[in-house]
């Protein structure tokens, strides 16, 4: 089987492991593609008439993981950023809400954290501020409106429930990791052989861009790891097993 000639047409399966505790962090086995290239720089001695190149000398070994998917998780996210994953949150709420018989009380859905609640007529959204004081998830409006009438309140809402935050500060940076790639080669006598990565130190870019639309295909990410070299100048194996795994097992 040794040098036989053979091609592909599947993704990597990675895992992420921690590189300095050892400890997976992430199972990324929803890629729709993943590159790995190797780089290097390199420099010549000339001599002679003409300037010809006499000798080449290498250096700067490095390269790039790059990892294309519409499959995202939270994990995923602090990957890249580097971010603290917290289970609160706090944000911006817009509620439609019709205004009680005495005129001046409205009934929220939650209890907006205090000194945050806005509230305008359903008719000037965003336009002139009714006065109004907040208690729970009770607003009372300093003059009364009709019985039934329409009013829009903006809030900050606080959820500490079933929720996952990522918080990214200016000084949020990510982690290194050890990176183990699976995936198969298929060869021209048509065997399906294992094929093995891994990348001893990857630094994933702080890149993220998040797409958000409502046609064309799913938005995917692009997330993109610096190779460097471990403490043993290690930087990425390349595993071919010529024996089907999966062979081992049958009787």
């Known amino acids: 089987m040794t040098n036989a000639n053979m091609a592909n047409r599947e993704v990597c399966d990675l ?22 290239e190797l780089t290097g720089e390199s420099v010549f001695a000339y001599g002679g008439k ?6 080449q000398f290498a250096g ?9 998917t519409q499959m995202q998780t939270v994990k995923l996210w602090q990957l890249i950023t580097g971010g603290k994953l917290d289970t609160s949150a706090r944000f911006v709420a817009r509620e439609e809400a019709v205004v009680a018989e005495d ?7 939650a209890a907006p954290a205090a000194g945050t609640v806005f509230v305008y ?12 004081a907040a208690a729970g998830n009770s607003v009372t409006l300093d003059t009364a409106l009709g019985s039934g009438s329409k009013v829009i309140v903006y ?14 500060k200016s000084t949020s940076f990510p982690k290194n990791f050890k990176v183990y790639g699976d995936t198969v080669m298929k060869t021209e006598d048509d065997k399906i052989l294992p094929y093995k990565l891994t990348a001893y130190k990857a630094a ?9 639309s409502n046609n064309g295909d799913p938005g995917s990410i692009t997330i993109t790891c610096d190779l460097m070299a471990d403490a043993d100048d ?15 097992s049958q009787p």
């Not at 003409?50 to 000798?55: A, L, S």
């Not at 994933?204 to 958000?212: C, E």
């Open 15 to 36: 895992i992420f492991v921690d590189y300095a505790t050892g400890k997976p962090f992430l199972n990324l086995d929803f890629a729709n593609v993943s590159t790995t």
């Open 121 to 132: 007529p359903a008719e000037d959204d965003c336009g002139t501020e009714l006065a109004c």
């Open 50 to 55: 003409g300037h010809p190149k006499r000798m």
């Open 234 to 248: 290690n930087i990425l194996d390349l595993v071919l097993i010529e024996e089907n795994e999966d062979a081992d």
């Open 60 to 68: 700067e070994r490095g390269g790039t993981m790059t990892i294309e």
């Open 155 to 168: 809030y900050m809402k606080e959820v500490t429930k079933d929720v996952q935050r990522i918080n990214i």
């Open 103 to 109: 005129g001046k009380t409205v009934t929220l859905k």
């Open 204 to 212: 994933p870019q702080g890149n993220l861009s998040l797409s958000f």
